[in-house]
């Protein structure tokens, strides 16, 4: 296994305490994302050699969706710069290094659930996290 180095390791409370500006910063992120696919569908409908490019020429061709874009990328840096790794904007998953004194691992979080809840190893992933100690299993999907 690769060694990891992290800027900065948290305990479950220190990342339950970014959750409420985390809710803030993820949701911007899915409106964000949801209004830029709304609107290149919109573009596609009358152009739909859009259908098969790439997000940045999209916008080369169409610079009014830079607004959108540069708005997520706002927020994805607001997330990075606290020490989170965002993996998911739709399904809202955000991680945070937590060395338990065995490994370190990743506190995972979804937006909607009301704290930190679960983990997983940092080489898996979502699919493989694992309920936190006291953390009721029916948040958990």
Not at 14 to 30: M, S, T
Not at 88 to 105: A, H
Not at 115 to 129: C, I, N, Q, Y
Request: net charge negative; glycine share 6%.
């Amino acid at each position: 296994m690769a060694k990891y180095r992290f800027e900065k390791l948290f305990s479950a409370e220190e990342a339950d305490e970014l959750v409420p500006r985390l809710e803030i910063l993820v949701r911007k992120l899915q409106m964000q994302a949801n209004s830029l696919r709304e609107r290149i569908k919109q573009l596609a409908d009358d152009d739909s050699s859009l259908l098969g490019m790439e997000l940045p020429d999209i916008v080369d061709l169409h610079p009014e969706l830079k607004t959108f874009t540069t708005s997520m990328a706002d927020a994805a840096g607001q997330i990075e710069a606290l020490g989170c790794f965002l993996k998911d904007i739709d399904q809202g998953l955000v991680d945070f290094p937590c060395d338990t004194g065995d490994e370190v691992v990743f506190l995972c979080w979804q937006f909607g659930e009301p704290r930190v809840l679960a983990w997983h190893t940092l080489d898996s992933g979502f699919s493989e996290r694992k309920p936190l100690p006291g953390a009721r299993k029916t948040y958990l999907n």
